[in-house]
């Protein structure tokens, strides 16, 4: 390590302590490696802050020795955003885990950054509240995660996205100046929605230390059904008769026969429904025993359209293990790392979009597998391909991307634009558009300190 090195460790130690900088190889090895283990980088160094006063100093320090930072909470992302793959210093939030109040009057949630999603929706939880955003992620993604990513998952269908959610943060912009805009306020003009906008920004404007979340009131009871759907215009059919019978969708979820097929194999699972199907639809419905009967009376309008059914009152884990699983067997059954690109597209577009990826591949790439799933009524596709070779990665992903911008997609639903897809970020924004984000940028981080290879670099 060169002496330079050493001393800006030191300086690093004497802010935050000498135990929380790591630089150990095979210490940092877990926060160098993304989840989906396509991104392996360096670090000069790990530095784990206490409290949005060392996260300040900390960045104050890397400012002046010209050091850039990549924040990083649960590192579930899938996107590369979280990965120092030149050197940075990684800023991990994994000690801010403080909850500081869960205000049941008010429902909101005030946290610290590395609070894990699954630890906020139970202390919601013992007071009769929850987070409105829920993932199969929760158990490592943080809060600070979550609102960086602007994170969707299977309630946005309910409750929309992560900054739907968010009343205020705390957040230390990359010379060390800490933002605060914290207020329990549903109703608050008072200019430019800052919060919003750290929303999505995946760590390239601040890092977010604390955040102020909206609870929800969760059902008391839901019902479960896993349909099997001869298209996906039936599937789009059987959402808008629910939510015409009155019903409450709490999740609309997509799959098809090859991703249930992928689960079940992986899982050792046995066929959720005693017929087949191309099209799976799980959805859940908020109530009891009057909810259970309008859903049923729901599929059987629907004809031949739905090939079959089974209703469970929830949680229902039995069903939504089809689901849940898929991004754990995708991963586990692929050859190579897999290729993961999360779109939407408007609902229209779905099903033609589908068929046109599923004949694009077939002519460009015949050995890859296509599974598709994802969260319908978001019109939000998790486009995963497998046994992809190592070479044809930019290649197979410059496809799927371009086909979505031809039905009017977007390529990033929920998780963001990271690393893996900076190079196509032009794809459905205007020059305008990227010149305004680009100064936004350049306002908050002017020497572009932060995260400087995620999202379009200046
Ligand atoms: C099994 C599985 C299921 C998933 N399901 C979903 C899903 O349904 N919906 C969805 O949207 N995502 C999903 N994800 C992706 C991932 O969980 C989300 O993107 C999540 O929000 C990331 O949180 P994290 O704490 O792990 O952030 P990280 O992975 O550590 O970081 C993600 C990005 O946010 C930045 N960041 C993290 N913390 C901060 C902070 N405090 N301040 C500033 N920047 C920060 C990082 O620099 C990086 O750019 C899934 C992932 C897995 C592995």
Not at 270 to 293: K, M, T, W
Not at 337 to 348: C, Q, Y
Not at 368 to 382: E, K, P, Q, S, Y
């Amino acid at each position: 390590m060169a002496v330079h090195t050493q001393s800006f460790v030191d300086e690093l130690a004497s802010i935050v302590g000498a135990a929380q900088v790591l630089t150990d190889r095979d210490v940092v090895a877990g926060y160098v490696t993304d989840w989906t283990g396509h991104w392996t980088g360096h670090t000069v160094a790990v530095v784990r802050p206490a409290d949005t006063a060392e996260v300040s100093a900390v960045l104050a320090a890397c400012h002046r020795a010209g050091v850039a930072v990549v924040p990083q909470g649960g590192n579930t992302g899938l996107v590369g955003g979280s990965i120092p793959m030149h050197g940075e210093v990684v800023l991990s939030t994994a000690r801010l885990t403080g909850i500081e109040q869960v205000d049941p009057v008010g429902r909101t949630l005030a946290a610290g950054a590395g609070v894990t999603v699954a630890r906020a929706q139970q202390a919601a939880r013992e007071h009769g509240l929850d987070l409105g955003v829920d993932l199969a992620s929760r158990d490592s993604a943080t809060l600070g995660g979550i609102v960086s990513t602007n994170a969707g998952g299977i309630r946005v269908i309910k409750n929309g996205n992560t900054r739907s959610q968010l009343l205020g943060i705390e957040a230390v912009l990359s010379d060390g100046r800490v933002l605060t805009r914290w207020k329990e306020l549903t109703k608050d003009n008072v200019g430019y929605d800052l919060p919003g906008l750290l929303a999505g920004s995946e760590g390239t404007l601040a890092v977010v230390t604390r955040v102020l979340m909206r609870l929800i009131v969760p059902p008391s009871e839901t019902q479960v059904a896993l349909v099997g759907a001869e298209s996906v215009r039936a599937a789009l059919r059987l959402v808008d008769g629910l939510q015409r019978a009155g019903l409450t969708l709490e999740a609309a979820e997509l799959m098809t026969r090859a991703g249930v097929a992928l689960v079940r194999g992986h899982r050792d699972l046995r066929a959720p429904l005693d017929v087949d199907a191309p099209f799976y639809l799980l959805v859940e419905v908020s109530g009891g025993d009057e909810a259970q009967a309008a859903l049923f009376s729901v599929l059987e309008d629907a004809g031949t359209a739905v090939r079959g059914a089974a209703v469970e009152a929830g949680p229902a884990h039995r069903l939504w293990q089809y689901r849940e699983s898929h991004t754990e067997a995708v991963s586990a059954e692929s050859s190579t790392p897999p290729v993961k690109l999360d779109i939407s597209t408007p609902l229209r577009e779905i099903e033609p979009f589908l068929t046109a990826l599923r004949d694009d591949l077939a002519a460009a790439f015949p050995a890859v597998r296509a599974i598709c799933f994802g969260h319908l009524g978001d019109g939000n596709v998790h486009v995963n391909l497998l046994d992809v070779a190592v070479g044809q990665r930019e290649a197979i992903t410059d496809l799927v991307l371009r086909r979505v911008a031809r039905h009017e997609g977007s390529i990033s639903a929920e998780h963001g634009v990271g690393r893996a897809k900076a190079a196509w970020v032009g794809l459905g924004r205007t020059e305008v558009d990227l010149e305004v984000m680009r100064s936004i940028r350049a306002a908050l981080d002017p020497a572009t300190m932060l995260n400087p290879h995620v999202l379009p670099a200046r």
